[in-house]
């Protein structure tokens, strides 16, 4: 079986191979292909991944190419995890959304709506390429903003195109972890969109035993998320959010937050990696080791800004490490296998939630088999939660509106209407500051 990885040169590629490594049944992965913009970051991971296939016979034969469609040719599986306009352009993202007072978050608020409008172009050419290239592919997209982009690829690629995220993944086990259950026994009811849901229960052998958790303070309070938001307020909604939700619940402290830090989260990735791949210029460099050692300060400091904020103190150990690309290879697995397994996915909403339409790409638990990813009956959302879902969604669509028509008053429309951009005049500095910025935003006239 062949898996094409787009953004092939990426940091965190070694660990959707790692756990490539670890399948060792019939119809697993046999040929890897790397594609990325950017030969040297190809170089270096190809490196990594060499050191960490070393010692394991058959492992996955990998190449890599600079050539898309070359890339494309022949793939069973496309995992897209690109970057339009790299880490630089993250950074820039962050900086002209807090330089106007606003969250500037790589999928949040005003930098996920400028991180959007340059990345939705350019995957949908990539999904028109499968379409064309290879058309019995599935597509498991990664890039962010996650839900967003799925949207995009899917009006060419139907639900042949299903975005992963290991948020959910993550929440879901901690919640298993305190409450003293096994996640992969534990069913998780989680709603919403990418980013931006709400676990609103914890099915155990039938039983739901999320009530136990929100009337236990000490042990609500024990974990990532209690410390996070807080136990009264996770109480008082009756549900555990995503900490992406974060961002809404407590964004004055958040901004405050960022725009006191040195450097801004896309600032520092950017730094550090770009020390990772300088570093994998030498020939004698051990690849694996450095990038392991960059990717632990990685997952350490992740949503650092939000956690100080808070109060919350550093990272559990057990929250360190990552979660994606065993989604990623679950979702294969089922579909490749005919292996029916229940995942957190980003699919088309298929009449899921009532308040949104058939084609809105929602995260919700699925029942993936060989036809691909089916989303559970779920209750309705409450009325709170009901009106954030509507009101993100609808600044989706303008931002997919804007990338197809280039039109800057559209564009403008969508900061607008974002609940975490205040001002109709700070939405238009907010365009005018990120097409000033970026090449790629040149489309919006």
């Known amino acids: 079986m062949r898996l094409t990885i787009l953004g092939g040169g990426g940091f965190r590629v070694p660990l959707v191979h790692g756990a490539l490594l670890g399948d060792r049944a019939e119809g697993r992965v046999t040929q890897v292909v790397l594609h990325d913009l950017d030969a040297d970051r190809l170089s270096a991971v190809a490196r990594v991944l060499a050191e960490q296939a070393a010692d394991v016979p058959d492992a996955p034969e990998v190449t890599v190419t600079t ?27 962050e900086r002209v959304a ?17 991180y959007g409008l340059r990345t939705v172009p350019v995957a949908v050419d990539i999904a028109r390429r499968v379409a064309r290239i290879a058309p019995d592919a599935w597509v498991i997209n990664f890039t962010n903003p996650a839900g967003l982009v799925t949207e995009a690829m899917s009006r060419h690629l139907g639900d042949r195109v299903i975005g992963i995220c290991d948020s959910p993944v993550g929440l879901g086990r901690r919640i298993a972890r305190v409450l003293g259950a096994d996640p992969r026994e534990a069913f998780i009811d989680y709603v919403g969109l990418n980013h931006l ?15 136990r958790l929100l009337a236990d303070p000490a042990l609500l309070g024990s974990f990532e998320e209690g410390k996070l938001f807080g136990t009264e307020w996770l109480r008082s909604l009756g549900a555990v959010p995503n900490e992406y939700l974060h961002y809404y619940y407590f964004n004055r ?20 990696q770009a020390g990772f791949y300088e570093e994998m210029k030498r020939p004698d460099a051990a690849a694996l080791s450095a990038w392991d ?47 029916r397994t229940t995942l957190i996915l ?29 989303p559970f009956a779920v209750d309705p959302l409450p009325g709170h939660a009901t009106g954030l879902v509507c009101a993100v969604k609808a600044v989706e669509r303008e931002v997919l509106s804007a990338a197809a028509s280039g039109s800057r008053t559209t564009a403008v429309k969508a900061f607008a209407l974002h609940p975490l951009v205040d001002s109709v005049n700070v939405a238009r500095a907010l365009v005018d500051g990120y097409t000033a910025v970026h090449p790629g935003l040149g489309y919006l006239k």
């Open 67 to 93: 050539d898309l469609d070359e890339a494309l040719r022949g793939a069973d599986f496309v995992f897209s995890a690109i970057r339009v306009g790299g880490l630089e352009g993250r950074a820039a993202d």
């Open 98 to 114: 807090l330089d106007l007072g606003v969250l500037g978050q790589e999928t949040v608020g005003a930098g996920g709506i400028a």
């Open 197 to 211: 849901g709400w676990v609103r229960g914890l099915r155990v052998a039938g039983r739901d035993e999320l009530p």
């Open 253 to 272: 402290e958040t901004v405050r937050a960022y725009q006191e830090a040195d450097r801004t989260r896309g600032a520092f990735l950017r730094d550090q």
């Open 293 to 339: 050692r960059t990717r632990a300060e990685r997952e350490a400091t992740y949503m650092a800004e939000n956690r100080d904020a808070a109060g919350a103190g550093e990272r559990d150990a057990d929250d360190l490490s990552g979660g994606y690309e065993k989604v990623a290879l679950a979702l294969m697995r089922a579909i490749a296998r005919d292996e």
């Open 346 to 374: 980003n699919v088309r909403n298929r009449g899921t939630l009532s308040a949104l339409d058939s084609e809105a790409v929602i995260e919700v638990p699925c029942l993936v088999d060989a036809n691909g990813a089916h």
